[in-house]
């Protein structure tokens, strides 16, 4: 008995060392901590620049994506700062590998950034699907935008507030415009990115890490 559990301790801090650090100390994993883009690639207009420990948004409409792996049931969290009216979003529940930026707004979800929106298209919302449960804020200085990934249920909080709570198959308004994402149900697991909007927007973000839930 004694040696099944010295042994099975001895896994068990063998697979600890093979984590990341992040991993280790808060179940975190960091996707960027502010130094590199690696894991990362790049599709549509524009592009986003490293500098100073931040990525700052810049050009026309693209995303950065995140290639490593898919997320399923999960927290991510994004420290961002943002202009009062710039416009940007996280996206999550990407279904495939994106080779352009307008099949991850139909197919997957976009978690808008935009402090001067209304009440679908405010931060935290699901962009056009989803109305704002709160004030959150997300304007100028930096925020933390967490989502959250339950199976089929999406939460967005801001700062803290909670902004969207959303369970697929729940109603949504109609598609309205066309740069407005396609109806129907996403994926419970895939990729996320971040979104560079256009020349008149302009986001910085520094920190994006994940907690898996339940792994």
């Given amino acids: 008995m004694l040696l099944r559990r010295v042994l099975g301790l001895g896994l068990l801090l063998l697979g600890l060392a093979a984590l990341p650090v992040e991993a280790q100390d808060a179940e975190w994993t960091t996707l960027f901590d502010g ?63 994106p080779s352009d930026p307008w099949m991850p707004v139909n197919r997957g979800y976009e978690v808008q950034i935009n402090p001067a929106g209304d009440a679908t298209h405010r931060t935290g919302t699901l962009y056009s699907l989803t109305e704002a449960q709160a004030e959150a804020g997300g304007g100028s200085g930096w925020n933390t935008l967490t989502i959250t990934l339950d199976g089929e249920r999406t939460m967005v909080h801001v700062n803290d507030t909670l902004v969207t709570d959303y369970t697929e198959g729940d109603p949504v308004p109609p598609k309205e415009e066309s740069y407005e994402p396609d109806r129907g149900p996403r994926p419970a697991e895939g990729y996320i990115g971040l979104q560079n909007h256009g020349d008149g927007d302009t986001v910085h973000y520094r920190s994006v890490k994940v907690r898996l839930l339940d792994e």
């Fill in 35 to 97: 130094t590199s883009v690696d894991g990362w690639s790049h599709v549509g207009e524009g592009s986003f620049a490293l500098e100073d420990g931040m990525l700052r948004t810049q050009g026309g409409l693209g995303l950065l994506w995140y290639t490593e792996r898919t997320i399923g049931d999960a927290v991510v969290e994004v420290e961002y700062r943002t202009a009062d009216r710039s416009n940007a979003g996280v996206f999550i529940r990407i279904p495939e590998r």
